[in-house]
């Protein structure tokens, strides 16, 4: 069950950004779920592959190098799935920003509730 609100969640909020942040665009709230998802597999999959053969560059940058690859993966999940369009790298890097933010604010709320 958390895990499907999770899940819901995150599609609401990528669908909020990329209705303010210039570049992105979402085709309605069912592509913003199928982008949850696809994202969630590509950071599953593919993320921890190329954190591994970026390590060197992310101990020179003291891990900001993630945040690249965070927006290279996000940009990367437009080309797959239909009706999410990103512009280019830099609105790839803040919108894959905003939704780390707010994942993080979700999973903190939801880690706090279960100990209430």
């Known amino acids: ?51 591994f053969f970026t390590l060197p560059i992310n101990i020179l940058t003291l891990g900001l190098f993630t945040f690249v690859i965070n927006g290279l993966l996000f940009w990367f999940a437009s080309t797959i799935v239909k009706g999410f369009e990103v512009a280019g790298f830099w609105p790839a890097f803040w919108g894959a920003l905003l939704l780390s933010i707010v994942s993080w604010v979700v999973s903190d709320i939801m880690k706090n509730r279960t100990r209430i």
């Open 1 to 51: 069950m958390k895990l499907i609100l999770r899940w819901l969640l995150n599609a609401i909020a990528i669908y909020i950004i990329a209705q303010y942040l210039p570049g992105l665009s979402v085709g309605g709230f069912y592509s913003a779920l199928i982008v949850v998802f696809v994202l969630g597999l590509i950071n599953a999959v593919i993320r921890p592959i190329l954190l």
